[in-house]
């Protein structure tokens, strides 16, 4: 089992798309997928066309299993929902029996092939505890200047955790909103790559179809299967980017 | 001793490589002169236009040095020589004056089932001097 977190403390990079996105693609390629949900909005659940609830509340502060709490969405795609009642369990890692793993010992019991977590653009005790219950960080990110500088905290911050002996197995940086006509994209492009180096996956391009798959409560693959945003886009007789191409890559890794 | 100065390559993602490439040479060709800027568009489309007609087959040497050497004595393109022997082969086999059957070898390649023994003919071209 792999489990992947998906964090960036800047709002609005596509984490939750990407989440739900590479999430379902796993469900229909027959895995059997969790989606966590530890964003207090809980659009994890709108987005499937489903109502958010207190799952991980339930979870964590109120001790019923995993099998209790998780709603299947689709077919092998289970999800862990959140609400505002994802506040109070911040408020439980304050007890003396609750650590920053508990998330971490819950989930690696479980039967499921890959665990996706989709983070809240924060940097508090929940977010320490999606990193450490996780395997291979996703970092999604704008294609500009304060979108990267979240990048650059998430690697600070599993640096630290890395210190305090948690063992990533590694991470990946995933430009999202790409536009391949303008400037700052190819100068920010660049620049991650040259910092950053493989750890750069191809990027998903801008896509207006993403926007609108969360109003109808479908995922990519059932509201645009052949949108720009999941096949790439064009480059002579290929296609470049997408979620699809980072699917077969995440995909390579869960193999492994 | 002198140390070089060394740089470690990274090692990027081949697709996202590949899309620098393009993006740098796109970012490059927008601070040129509007003039080389459509010349360089109208390369690219040229280029493009081609990719459609182009085709690697493995043929005999002696085949393609016969199909050289008429090209230049007519001063024609290779392309449309080539282009035109097969269109004769095409509207043969499908009005049958030429069959394959006479040809066909088993294969021993998992690939195929069949292979084309062309000494024959090869040997008859030679014998009638069309080939040297």
Redesign the interface.
């Known amino acids: 089992m792999k489990i992947f977190a998906f964090a960036n403390q800047k709002g609005g990079v596509g984490k939750t798309t990407t989440a739900i996105t590479l999430a379902h693609q796993f469900a229909i390629d027959g895995f059997r997928t969790l989606l966590v949900d530890l964003d207090p909005q809980g659009h994890v659940a709108i987005c499937l066309g489903l109502e958010k609830g207190p799952g991980l509340y339930r979870l964590l502060g109120q001790d019923e299993s995993l099998q209790e709490v998780v709603l299947p969405a689709r077919s092998n795609l289970d999800i862990l929902t959140s609400d505002k009642s994802t506040e109070k369990v911040k408020r439980l890692f304050t007890l003396a029996n609750f650590s920053e793993k508990t998330l971490h010992h819950l989930l690696s019991k479980s039967t499921y092939d890959v665990i996706f977590i989709d983070m809240a653009p924060s940097l508090d005790v929940l977010h320490l505890s999606g990193l450490l219950a996780s395997d291979w960080v996703i970092i999604p990110t704008r294609l500009d200047a304060l979108a990267i500088d979240g990048v650059k905290e998430i690697a600070l911050t599993m640096a630290e955790l890395s210190r305090r002996g948690h063992p990533f197995f590694g991470y990946s940086i995933l430009p999202t909103f790409f536009e391949r006509t303008t400037r700052e994209s190819f100068l920010q492009l660049e620049e991650l790559t040259r910092v950053f180096g493989s750890h750069v996956l191809p990027p998903i391009p801008q896509d207006t179809r993403v926007r609108e798959a969360p109003a109808y409560g479908k995922t990519l693959m059932e509201y645009a299967p052949h949108c720009t945003a999941l096949l790439g886009i064009h480059a002579n007789d290929h296609r470049i980017g997408g979620y699809i191409q980072v699917f077969t890559r995440l995909k390579e890794m869960v193999n492994e | 001793m002198n140390k070089k100065e060394l740089e470690r390559r990274?090692?990027?993602?081949p697709?996202?490589a590949?899309?620098?490439a393009?993006?740098?040479q796109?970012?490059a060709e927008?601070q040129m002169p509007v003039r080389t800027r459509q010349k360089k568009a109208r390369e690219r489309a040229k280029i493009?236009s081609r990719?459609e007609a182009r085709a690697t087959y493995d043929l005999p040497p002696v085949i393609r040095s016969a199909i050289r050497e008429l090209a230049a004595q007519h001063n024609l393109p290779i392309s449309q020589l080539v282009s035109l022997a097969l269109i004769r082969f095409l509207n043969d086999y499908s009005s049958e004056k030429i069959a394959l059957g006479p040809y066909k070898h088993p294969s021993h390649s998992p690939k195929y089932d069949w292979v084309l023994d062309l000494s024959g003919e090869l040997k008859k071209m030679e014998k009638e001097g069309t080939i040297s």
């Open positions: 990274k090692v990027l993602d697709t996202v590949e899309l620098l393009g993006m740098e796109r970012q927008a493009q990719k």
